[in-house]
């Protein structure tokens, strides 16, 4: 996860504070800058390890230069406050620029028999660190079909993906299933579960091919379902369903979260969940998500929104305010 702050990227810190003031300026801030927080003591990100890294990124930050700005409250602070400060929480706010997964000119064609269907006409667009995007679309535009060619599950007819540095198109059937296994979390309208297994079995068929994973119990309490990790599928709502394929999906903490019509056989109420279930693994993980809807109003929680037309982006639109899932409304 850390991987993605690069020594040398413009990256500030600025301590968690409950006083209202200090919070909104720091809110102002965030705004314009991703912001992947680390919070020590309970929470999903608690690792010594991860937190070993951060006080050796803060010990390297002067090293930085001009593009650090290190702040607690309105007052800058020393160096070694801020290392006391790694101990505790602190908030590492990526820029939105960093690319984390590109396609260049995409097409793809699916040949039927005599007829060839055009389904992307050349796409081009990236996903950068941390960013939540909604991809937005009519039936048929072709949203399916870039989500699995970005997430390695189909490859394109022309054109180039980059993952990192990693060219996806260049890659044989081997690497893209290690793209998948190590750095991609799925999310699909139906869930997928496995009937005869319990959530937490479910959780943990992901997390034991994982390198560094959360718990399946870690994972089902991130999205609020640690109650119920003993109920097979078919003991649970709908939504709570997808919400065990989210805590599945993200228990390896993947860096894209690709997430196909996840609310597309929920009722308007449990699907609001799910997506709150999204935006709060995008928030506290940092993961970089994808969220494909037919459902404009969806959109209104993204930092960036894309519309696909008939296998081109129509447009693509930063949202400078985007709300709270909680607030949206269908
Ligand atoms: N495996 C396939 N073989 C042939 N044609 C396909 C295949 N998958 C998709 N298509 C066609 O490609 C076009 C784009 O399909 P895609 O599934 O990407 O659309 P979508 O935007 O996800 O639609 P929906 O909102 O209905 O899921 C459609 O015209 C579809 O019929
Ligand atoms: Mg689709």
């Known amino acids: 996860m850390l991987a993605s702050i690069r020594r040398g990227a413009r990256v500030s810190i600025a301590a968690h504070s409950q006083i209202p003031a200090v919070a909104s300026r720091f809110a102002t801030v965030t705004t314009t800058w991703r912001c992947l927080r680390l919070s020590r003591g309970g929470g999903i990100t608690a690792r010594s390890a991860v937190f070993r890294e951060i006080a050796a990124f803060v010990e390297n930050v002067e090293t930085v230069g001009g593009g650090f700005r290190r702040t607690y409250g309105s007052e800058p602070c020393s160096t070694r406050f801020a290392r006391g400060l790694a101990r505790e929480r602190l908030f590492f706010e990526i820029p939105m620029t ?75 059937d081997e690497a893209l299933t290690r793209y998948r296994r190590e750095h991609v979390g799925f999310v699909f309208q139906f869930y997928n579960l496995i009937p005869s297994l319990t959530a937490r079995e479910n959780v943990a068929l992901v997390t034991e091919l994982a390198d560094d994973p959360m718990s399946p119990s870690e994972a089902l309490e991130l999205v609020g379902l640690k109650e119920r990790q003993d109920h097979f599928p078919a003991q649970l709502s709908g939504g709570e369903q997808q919400r065990v394929a989210i805590a599945r999906a993200v228990a390896k903490r993947p860096d894209l ?3 196909d019509e996840p609310t597309g056989a929920l009722d308007y109420k449990t699907g609001v969940k799910v997506l709150e279930v999204i935006a709060k693994v995008n928030r506290e993980l940092g993961t970089s998500t994808a969220i494909i809807t037919h459902n404009a109003p969806v959109a209104q929680m993204a930092q960036r929104v894309v519309s696909l037309h008939d296998g081109l982006i129509q447009s693509e639109v930063t949202n400078d305010h985007p709300i709270a899932a909680g607030e949206i409304r269908w």
Request: hydrophobic share 40%; with cysteine; net charge negative.
């Open 257 to 259: 979260l690709l997430c």
């Open 98 to 172: 960093e690319i984390v997964l590109s396609a260049r000119d995409v097409t793809k064609i699916y040949r039927m028999g005599e007829v060839d269907v055009h389904a992307l006409r050349g796409v081009t667009l990236e996903l950068h660190a941390g960013e939540l995007l909604v991809l937005l679309g009519a039936s048929g535009s072709g949203k399916s079909t870039l989500l699995n060619i970005l997430g390695g599950l189909d490859t394109p007819t022309s054109g180039r993906v980059t993952y990192q540095d990693h060219d996806l198109t260049e890659a044989g």
